[in-house]
């Protein structure tokens, strides 16, 4: 199984994703790279990584896609770019999966310039894992940010295709899934929001999952759900929510066990339980936002990601791909816009 991986633009540099790519190789033997970036560096930080360069095809690619970048800059001058290439490699069958740690809204538009949106898909999305009390550990939540505004048929295509992510992310036979809103009342949220809640349950069936109804923000980490569908402004603003008060939690805890004599020696007792605690929230072990809805699978790792957390996505990538989940997704969403045509087909009948 091959993965493209864009080495440049993240905080770390190249040598924590050529580290992070090391990582993810020592732990499976059925992975091969194809790594993008400035060849004569990445060589030399190859070569420091013993059997890596085994594994590694190296491709040109001087230029470099920077965190300040615009996407609309990036559209007209991001040919020659690792990012680019990156996605050029999976556009052109050399590679099942492209992981990139590089600015987000370059990627996504990158992605839909050259891998083009799957067939019915209006918008992309991007869907993150949010740690729960599921048997899995993690519940997904999409769209968390690839576009602000969602109708009521993307909100139907995003469960399809959540759905079809937890199923071959996590095995997930039947996910369960949920539509945030503010309240569980039907009565209750934007019009958009009561449309996708009547239109949802008439894809679960043949879809394979069970529609929960609507849920609240309490239940992004609850065991009533698998599968969050919201729009990308209020995905987002959860998400970086959720990230800042896990920070703020773990500073207030290194604060307290650190207060006093008793503090410390209380923390040195409980240090098996936090570091149980600490691996369990751990962002690294779910870092990589995947980008659903493109004719190829693309994995955004968060820029600042350690070797860990570069392992971690492209970990996601290769599972994805061994699962045949691109094919998987495709035909899902065909299947929402069969079932939305016969919807819309029964409601003209019945007006006329």
Same mark, same amino acid.
């Given at each position: 199984?091959?993965i ?15 580290a ?6 020592g ?29 590694c095809?190296?491709?040109d690619?001087?230029g470099v ?10 559209l ?7 990012m ?7 556009r052109?069958?050399?590679a099942?999966?492209?992981v ?5 809204g370059a990627?996504?538009a990158?992605s ?8 019915g ?7 993150c ?9 993690? =519940? !997904?939540m +999409?769209?968390? %940010?690839?576009?602000?505004?969602a109708?009521?048929?993307? &909100? /139907?295509?995003? *469960?399809l295709?959540g ?9 997930l036979?039947?996910?369960r899934?949920g539509?945030l ?10 019009p958009?929001?009561?449309q ?6 008439t894809t679960?069936?043949a879809?394979n999952?069970?529609?929960v ?20 402004f209020?995905? =987002? !603003?959860? +998400?970086?929510? %959720? ?8 500073? &207030? /805890?290194?604060? *307290? ?16 339980s936090?570091k ?19 004719n ?12 860990t ?17 691109q ?10 816009v069969?079932a939305?045509?016969?919807?819309n087909?029964?409601?003209?009948s019945?007006?006329?």
């Amino acid at each position: 199984m091959v993965i493209s991986v864009d080495a440049m633009g993240g905080d770390r540099g190249p040598a924590t994703v050529i580290a992070g790519m090391a990582e993810s190789a020592g732990r499976n033997p059925d992975i091969r790279f194809i790594v993008h970036g400035p060849q004569a560096e990445l060589e030399r930080l190859i070569a420091r990584r013993g059997d890596l360069a085994r594994r590694c095809d190296i491709r040109d690619a001087a230029g470099v896609v920077t965190m300040d970048d615009k996407p609309s800059q990036v559209l007209r001058k991001g040919e020659g770019t690792s990012m680019w290439s990156a996605l050029e490699s999976v556009r052109r069958g050399e590679a099942t999966a492209t992981v990139s740690c590089g600015n987000t809204g370059a990627l996504m538009a990158l992605s839909m310039l050259r891998l083009r949106k799957l067939p019915g898909v209006n918008r992309p999305a991007i869907a993150c894992l949010w740690p729960s009390r599921n048997p899995q550990g993690f =519940n !997904v939540m +999409l769209d968390v %940010g690839a576009d602000i505004r969602a109708d009521a048929q993307d &909100l /139907l295509t995003y *469960a399809l295709m959540g759905a079809s992510y937890a199923r071959n992310g996590f095995g997930l036979e039947r996910p369960r899934v949920g539509l945030l809103n503010v309240g569980t009342e039907e009565h209750k949220g934007r019009p958009e929001l009561k449309q996708a809640h009547e239109l949802i349950p008439t894809t679960a069936q043949a879809a394979n999952f069970d529609y929960v109804g609507f849920v609240e923000g309490g239940d992004l980490p609850s065991a009533r759900v698998d599968v969050i569908v919201t729009d990308g402004f209020t995905g =987002n !603003v959860a +998400l970086k929510t %959720g990230e800042g008060t896990a920070k703020l939690v773990g500073e &207030l /805890l290194k604060e *307290a066990f650190g207060k006093s004599v008793m503090s410390r020696f209380a923390a040195l007792l409980a240090m098996g339980s936090l570091k149980r605690l600490q691996k369990r929230i751990d962002p690294r072990r779910v870092n990589g936002g995947v980008f659903l809805g493109l004719n190829g699978t693309v994995v955004k790792s968060h820029g600042s990601a350690d070797a860990t957390g570069v392992s971690a996505a492209i970990k996601l990538a290769f599972r994805l791909a061994q699962s045949g989940f691109q094919d998987r997704l495709a035909a899902r969403v065909a299947q929402s816009v069969a079932a939305a045509g016969q919807i819309n087909g029964s409601k003209e009948s019945e007006a006329s």
